[in-house]
């Protein structure tokens, strides 16, 4: 079983849905939890924390279900720049090493 | 863009060689991760290096190896190429703070091996 899970789509919506993407991970012991956003033969860059209260930043909303090992990020309002694979990432502060899913690829369409 | 610069960009090898990739960290971050990403995979952790020492590894074998310089640059060397090597090479730096090390990734190097 893979550490962290994911969906892989491609999720393909029409400009203005909203759409959500979701993640379980398998180590209990992880502490710090992110999404990050890659673009095509680009490096991964931080999107967002997640917290276990839930966050917000603009149109992303990202949720923590530490009893379900769950995470997942929402999307509203999608924009064709939105376009991108989705990468749900989990830390381990004790091994300090990032544990990424395979990405989720979102395509936006016109 | 973050700070953190890789070179090269891209690296044509054969099997059996040995290269060698360069990463310069973020100013002010002490700490430098290196992660392979194949073809339509998430990045996996090779290593990380803090303060000249490596401070973790994942699976990957011995002829993965690595170096920190003092100025917190980063070294990655792999010894007798195999096909599978074939992936992008990323490295991330941070800053060691035991309430959040968010790591943010340089450009890449993509190495083909053939």
């Known amino acids: 079983r893979k550490e962290v899970e994911q969906d892989p789509g491609p999720f393909n919506v029409p400009e203005g849905a909203t759409v959500a993407f979701n993640c379980t991970y398998s180590n209990s012991a992880s502490q710090s939890f992110f999404w990050y956003r890659q673009d095509c033969r680009k490096e991964p860059k931080l999107l967002m924390s997640?917290?276990?209260s839930g966050n917000e930043d603009g149109r992303f909303t990202a949720q923590l279900n530490r009893a379900s090992q769950y995470i997942s990020l929402l999307i509203r309002d999608s924009k064709l720049s939105d376009s991108a694979t989705y990468l749900c990432?989990?830390?381990?502060?004790?091994?300090?090493?990032?544990?990424f899913g395979s990405g989720t690829r979102l395509q936006v369409q016109p | 863009e973050t700070g953190v610069t890789q070179s090269p960009t891209h690296l044509i090898k054969t099997r059996g060689q040995q290269v060698t990739l360069r990463c310069s960290s973020q100013s002010g971050h002490n700490t430098v991760s290196w992660y392979q990403q194949a073809l339509g995979q998430g990045p996996q952790f090779i290593f990380q290096?803090?303060?000249?020492?490596?401070?973790g590894r994942g699976n990957f074998p011995p002829r993965f190896s690595g170096l920190q310089f003092p100025n917190y640059s980063s070294e990655l060397n792999v010894n007798a190429l195999e096909l599978d090597d074939s992936a992008l090479y990323l490295c991330a730096s941070s800053l060691v703070d035991f309430s959040t090390d968010t790591q943010y990734f340089g450009p890449g190097t993509r190495l083909t091996v053939l």
């Open positions: 997640v917290y276990s």
């Open positions: 290096y803090y303060r000249e020492e490596e401070n």
């Open positions: 990432v989990v830390n381990d502060t004790g091994r300090r090493a990032l544990t």
